[in-house]
């Protein structure tokens, strides 16, 4: 777990079961004022002894470190972060990406460019509406 300090600034993290949602609150008082059902006494014992979050069939209460500065690599890790180059430049008559694209679909697994083939099909769709596959070749692939 990331080392707490005494500088470091924690928030009260409501996890609502039954809708999914998360509330965020500055400290434990708000909450509770906000939500009287909800006993301070009893959630700041939960939270402050075992560091355990509180829990019932409807929320989940917890504290929270804010973590203001980036963690720490691991131990183990002499790996530096780096950013990594997502983009080529190239004039666009060098950049034969027709060839680029057929080598990179024909290195992928069958169920793959399947998936792919569906995928693009089933955006040009409406909805309900279904692919002519009258138009369709069946074509046995060579051995």
């Known amino acids: 777990m990331y080392p707490a300090s005494i500088k470091e600034k924690r928030v009260v993290l409501i996890h609502w079961k039954g809708n999914n949602e998360v509330e ?3 400290n434990l008082k708000n909450f509770c004022l906000s939500y009287p ?14 560091k355990i979050a509180y829990e019932n069939e409807t ?6 470190h804010i973590i203001a500065k ?3 690599l691991s131990l183990g890790s002499n790996k530096e972060r ?26 992928q697994p069958v169920q793959k460019r399947a998936e792919a083939t569906t995928f693009l099909i089933s955006q040009m769709l409406r909805k ?16």
């Open 24 to 26: 965020v609150f500055s």
């Open 59 to 64: 929320i989940r209460v917890e504290r929270k």
């Open 82 to 107: 780096k950013i990594a180059l997502v983009a080529r430049k190239v004039p666009m008559k060098e950049a034969n990406d027709e060839r680029r694209d057929l080598q990179y679909w024909l290195s």
């Open 70 to 72: 980036p963690k720490p």
């Open 128 to 143: 309900g509406q279904r692919m002519d596959k009258s138009i369709v070749n069946k074509i046995k692939p060579e051995k």
């Open 37 to 50: 059902q909800y006993n301070y006494n009893t959630l700041n014992n939960y939270l402050s002894k075992g």
